[in-house]
């Protein structure tokens, strides 16, 4: 951020940013290898929000700055009124070369995207559309490029809900994106209960569903799934460190309990809210947890 600033103010070349920008990532990475997480990222380092280098990439501008849910942060509403065009350059969400493999790409998901949006459509076949011609191109050239994991964020629907009518277009448009993918799709539900919408989230096209268990029972999830689970067990809007045998004990109820095909630890939301220092320690945490629970359960 200082060396953007810097760009901006006339006060360094943009060989600084590149530099500042390589630093960050490789400390970024080195806090995954050293946590020993099983996939990487990148971090979205570069993205000025989730959506930008998407609307980029259908060549339309971002709209007026919106407030994230109830953060500090922002974003660009995505201005798609009219017909929306296809993406001719979605390789702006490649994960950086330097990222370890397997590797993971996070994505709005095509619900979020489709109700964050400014626009003059039908939100949900402006959803359809967006599956077909954005996300999906985007997914493509991600997994070409050695993502194994396509991580849809759906913060929309766990804040503001989802209407009866509106999950059926939902399912169509992730049946588009999940059609013969050669990846784990996880479709994250967070910032909201999930317990409301298990029934449903269960019946989604998705190899993972995601879960904020800082704000779900873990008790609603039931028993036998038969997708996996992405249990978001570590809190990223609190500063507070979770206990290594807490996160423990919450994945051995989950595996002996829920039973879900898969189970990934995870944090419930980004953890570009905290400091630096504070997600870093998450992370080691979070790997730590993750290390025991191999040891003790296979799932």
């Known amino acids: 951020m200082a060396a953007t600033r810097g760009i901006d103010r006339g006060r360094v070349g943009a060989d600084a940013v590149g530099r500042a920008f390589a630093d ?3 400390a970024f990475v080195r806090v995954q290898k050293e946590a020993g ?3 990487f990222s990148d971090g979205l380092l570069k993205w000025q929000d989730i959506f930008r280098p998407l609307t980029e990439a259908l060549g339309v501008k971002p709209h007026i700055l919106v407030r994230w849910f109830d953060t500090n942060t922002f974003f660009r509403e995505p201005e798609l009124s009219g017909r929306l065009p296809g993406a001719t350059r979605p390789d702006g969400v490649v994960v950086d ?8 790409t996070t994505l709005p998901s095509p619900y979020m995207f489709s109700r964050a949006a400014h626009t003059d459509q039908d ?5 359809l559309a967006l599956a077909e011609n954005v996300l999906r191109p985007a997914i493509d050239v991600a997994v070409a490029a050695g993502s194994e994991v396509i991580h849809l964020e759906d913060p929309w629907l766990g804040y503001s809900g989802i209407a009866r009518e509106d999950w059926a277009p939902l399912r169509d448009a992730l049946t588009i994106l999940h059609r013969d993918l050669k990846a784990t799709l996880a479709f994250h539900v967070y910032f909201g209960d999930a317990a409301p919408h298990l029934d449903q989230l269960q019946q989604l096209p998705v190899d993972a569903i995601g879960v ?4 779900t ?3 609603s999830l039931g028993s036998g799934w038969n997708k996996g689970l992405i249990a978001g067990v570590i809190n990223g809007r609190s500063s507070i460190l979770e206990s290594p045998k807490d996160l423990v004990d919450v994945a051995r109820h989950l595996a002996d309990k829920v039973r879900p095909r898969d189970l990934y630890l995870s944090s419930n ?5 905290l400091p630096t220092p504070v997600a870093e320690q998450k992370v080691q945490r979070l790997g730590e947890a993750a290390r025991k629970v191999k040891e003790l359960v296979s799932v």
Request: aromatic share 6%; net charge negative; with cysteine.
């Open 37 to 39: 997480l099983d996939y």
């Open 217 to 219: 029972d873990v008790k």
């Open 24 to 26: 960050d990532l490789s």
């Open 269 to 273: 939301c980004e953890l570009g809210y």
């Open 97 to 104: 070369s330097s990222v370890p493999r397997p590797r993971v």
């Open 123 to 127: 939100r949900n076949a402006l959803m």
């Open 212 to 215: 904020d268990l800082v704000l």
